[in-house]
Each structure stands twice: as C-alpha cells, then as structure tokens.
C-alpha cells in the first residue's frame, strides 16, 4: 500500500513537473521571439543587372558573419526602385536573367523594416553600404531616428526594441568613431587595384558619385590618403557630381610621367554611372575626356561591393552598432 501510493504521489509529482517546465518553456520561447534580430541592408541601389552582383557579395559576407541572422536589402534611391518596379510586369524576363526577387521586389526602409516587424523581429541593423555619410546616408538616419521617435502608450505595443544604424564604409563626422581611421581602413583594401595601375605603369583614377548638396570633401582626404598608402601610384578621386569633377582633376594629370591611367569606379557598384559616365564612349565620359586629353585609359567595370576585403568593412560596422545598441547578433 505504502509502495503504491509512493508511486502514486511520485507521478502526479512528474506530471506537475514536466507542466511547469513545458510553461516555462513556452515563456521562454516568447522572450526569445522577443529578441529576435535582422540585419537590413541599406545600398542606393543599382538598375544594371551584372551590378546587382557587387550588393548581393556583400549581402554574402554578412550572412556569413552572422549565420541565423536574416540580411534584408533594400534601396534608398526612389528612382532605381521606381525603374524595378516596372520591370515587375515582366517580371520572369529579369529573374531569368539572375536577379534575385528581393531586388526585382525591392522596397524602401519603411516597408523592409516593417516587414520584419510584421514577422517578430524587434532589434534591426540598418547598415549603409554607402562610400560615407553624405545625402543618402544622412536621409536614412532620418528615417531611423522618426522611427526610433516612436512611443506607445503602452510599451508592449512598440514596434521594436531597438533599431540602430551602422557607419558608412569610410565613416560618418561624430567622436565615437574616428572616421580617418575608418578611412585608411577602407583604402588599405584597394590594393589589388594599384598593383594593377602598376602593372601598367598608370595612374589610378576613381570616380565617385558625390552630390551637390553635401561637401564633397572626403575625396580629397581619401585621395591624400591614397598617396600616403600607395606612394609608388599616383591616385585621383573625383566625383560625378559636385566636387571635384573631371575636370578639377585633369588640370593636374599632365604633371605625372605616366600617360596611362586605370579608370574605375569609387562606388559600391559598377552601374549606370560607371558604364555611362566613365566608361562610354559618349564624348563626355571621363574615359572620352581623358583619351582626348592624351592618356591611354584602361576602364575597369568593377565596383568596390565586389572586393570581399572591402565588404567586411560593413560587417565590423555592423558588429559595432549592434554591440553600441545592446543587440546580440544571434538568433536562437
């Protein structure tokens, strides 16, 4: 009898157990969806198909950095998304020609976030593969502080816990992070690109893409930077719009020894810009400007998103901003 109902109170004890625990678990996981966490990627954007590949290496690398970790993409130029979107009524003709269906259906920051938002992920990694913190990047951070301004009366019903916005890849002005440092960082990943203008004893000369709102200054200390790095090359950084344009920089070409210069683009991909303005064979291309003004040119289609070592300057961007954040960049 004694045996028995020992047995008895022993399983009535189980039950009870594995209930709680089966609970507790439950809550658990809860939390966890709480705390689930996104990366968005945050490009201008690109309408040429072979230039969607340098985002998509990018997106690659983070997702290796953070495996689990959903890498969304999105674009911050209205135009090349409004030019996607329209593509979308022949939408198998560009999935055929290998574009990924997150860029044929790309959406802005708004939607991207609140798509994640929609599917349980609270704390978001927005991180800019923009070249550093001038018209587009400042207009995203715009978009991350209204949402970030966001308060509901009730704290459960915010949107999300935490929502934080990486560096640029050569920085952004603040004295958390020194930007020069974030520049040499970037520049010491280029060098493929000056062993080839040495190979064919050129010089090297970047196009970037500038504005005419912001100062374009950084270009300026990037290219003095590049001369301290590389000092066997000789390097020019211009920008097709604002300052300096080509013509700000081929005033002071005639001065090298070298007649050859390798034209490429100082942007995350080799899109219209690269393809058009500098390397068509419109009379106004840099590559046209340049040949008639005597160089030898030798125009390489390759933008900086399809340098790995160049990429994973966007994953340590996000490292920081998440650990800045409080984000754990793990889902369990």
Do not use: C
């Amino acid at each position: 009898m004694y045996k028995r109902l020992t047995f008895i109170m022993f399983s009535i004890f189980f039950v009870l157990f594995t209930s709680v625990s089966f609970v507790m678990a439950g809550h658990g996981k809860g939390k966890d969806d709480k705390e689930k966490v996104a990366i968005v990627l945050a490009s201008f954007g690109t309408t040429v198909p072979s230039a969607v590949k340098s985002i998509i290496n990018i997106q690659d690398e983070i997702k290796r950095a953070f495996p689990g970790v959903p890498v969304k993409i999105t674009f911050t130029s209205n135009i090349i998304r409004s030019i996607w979107k329209k593509r979308r009524a022949d939408a198998k003709k560009w999935l055929n020609k290998g574009i990924p269906n997150e860029v044929l259906y790309v959406k802005n920051i708004i939607a991207t976030i609140g798509d994640l938002v929609e599917n349980g992920y609270k704390n978001i990694v927005v991180q800019p593969t923009h070249i550093f913190f001038m018209e587009q990047a400042q207009d995203l951070k715009s978009y991350i502080d209204a949402l970030n301004s966001i308060k509901t009366t009730k704290e459960k019903w915010m949107p999300f816990n935490k929502l934080v916005m990486g560096r640029p890849a050569l920085g952004m002005p603040g004295d958390k992070y020194n930007y020069h440092e974030d520049m040499e960082k970037a520049l010491k990943t280029v060098s493929d690109d000056v062993n080839l203008a040495k190979n064919k004893d050129a010089m090297l000369v970047y196009m970037g893409h500038g504005n005419e709102h912001w100062s374009t200054g950084i270009y300026l200390e990037a290219q003095k930077m590049m001369r301290k790095l590389y000092p066997d090359v000789v390097t020019f950084i211009g920008s097709v719009e604002g300052f300096p344009g080509i013509d700000d920089l081929t005033g002071h070409m005639g001065y090298s020894k070298s007649k050859n210069i390798v034209l490429k683009p100082f942007m995350i991909v080799a899109g219209d810009h690269a393809t058009n303005d500098m390397a068509g064979d419109e009379k106004d291309s840099w590559k046209s400007i340049l040949s008639k003004e005597g160089f030898k040119v030798f125009p390489v289609l390759k933008g900086l998103g399809s340098n790995d070592k160049f990429a994973d300057i966007f994953v340590e961007h996000i490292k920081d901003a998440a650990r800045d954040g409080g984000i754990e960049l793990i889902n369990h």
